[in-house]
């Protein structure tokens, strides 16, 4: 089907997935946190031709190389509209508030608005976006066969924090249980932070949400 390639970035080690064609020179980014030369270098390199950035949502970890990637490659940005004025804004995006961690953050608005069941066309492939909040109030994570990209809703046995500004723990379970957990289980989990999982590996060890 595709490639996914994992690029572990920033003083929170956030993972960025560069996700290409098997077979052609198309590929688009999610969620490339700070310092992506790493990144930058492998694009440029492989030759390949980057359609957009999706980010599972706007925190500063997952937002942080945004310009950078932009400016090298001209593609446009993916952002769920709940968050849409997180980029332009280092408090609600939270940079503001980690000054230990990196200095404030922004960028320009995200040229598409994502949105529940919304199908978008990338690489050649169809990807579903499921608005899953919680951690945050416009986190999405994509779907497409047997992958999933969750962002910072769904770990290798935990969850995401739901105590940051726009985070609600009812939102986040119900995100998980009602939209995730209804998926194959043996569809794999690339998470936002930590090692991959699949879906029934979850709904059967998670301590945070049994299904």
């Given at each position: 089907m595709?490639?996914?390639?994992?690029?572990?970035?920033g003083p929170l080690q956030t993972n960025c997935y560069l996700l290409t064609e098997?077979?052609?020179?198309?590929?688009?980014?999610?969620?490339?946190?700070?310092?992506?030369?790493?990144?930058?270098?492998?694009?440029?390199?492989?030759?390949?031709?980057?359609?957009a950035i999706v980010l599972t949502h706007a925190h500063f970890d997952h937002m942080g190389?945004?310009?950078?990637?932009?400016?090298?490659f001209g593609c446009p940005v993916y952002l769920h509209d709940a968050e849409a004025d997180w980029l332009t804004d280092a408090r609600k995006n939270?940079?503001?508030?980690?000054?230990d961690v990196t200095e404030p953050l922004t960028t320009e608005p995200a040229e598409f608005a994502l949105?529940?069941?919304?199908?978008?066309?990338?690489?050649?492939?169809?990807?579903?976006?499921?608005?899953?909040p919680g951690h945050s109030p416009g986190s999405v994570s994509l779907h497409c066969g047997g992958h999933l990209i969750s962002g910072d809703v769904l770990f290798r046995q935990s969850v995401g924090r739901s105590d940051l500004p726009g985070g609600k723990e009812r939102d986040l379970y119900d995100s998980i249980r009602l939209k995730l957990?209804?998926?194959?289980?043996?569809?794999?989990?690339?998470?936002g932070h930590g090692p991959q999982t699949t879906i029934g590996y979850e709904m059967a060890n998670n301590p945070f949400v049994p299904a």
């Amino acid at each position: 089907m595709f490639k996914i390639e994992t690029f572990t970035l920033g003083p929170l080690q956030t993972n960025c997935y560069l996700l290409t064609e098997e077979t052609g020179t198309r590929a688009f980014v999610v969620d490339p946190g700070m310092g992506p030369k790493r990144l930058i270098d492998r694009i440029r390199e492989r030759g390949l031709t980057l359609e957009a950035i999706v980010l599972t949502h706007a925190h500063f970890d997952h937002m942080g190389g945004v310009d950078e990637v932009r400016r090298a490659f001209g593609c446009p940005v993916y952002l769920h509209d709940a968050e849409a004025d997180w980029l332009t804004d280092a408090r609600k995006n939270g940079s503001a508030r980690w000054s230990d961690v990196t200095e404030p953050l922004t960028t320009e608005p995200a040229e598409f608005a994502l949105s529940e069941g919304q199908r978008l066309e990338l690489i050649g492939h169809t990807f579903s976006v499921l608005h899953t909040p919680g951690h945050s109030p416009g986190s999405v994570s994509l779907h497409c066969g047997g992958h999933l990209i969750s962002g910072d809703v769904l770990f290798r046995q935990s969850v995401g924090r739901s105590d940051l500004p726009g985070g609600k723990e009812r939102d986040l379970y119900d995100s998980i249980r009602l939209k995730l957990y209804k998926l194959d289980p043996s569809v794999r989990v690339y998470p936002g932070h930590g090692p991959q999982t699949t879906i029934g590996y979850e709904m059967a060890n998670n301590p945070f949400v049994p299904a």
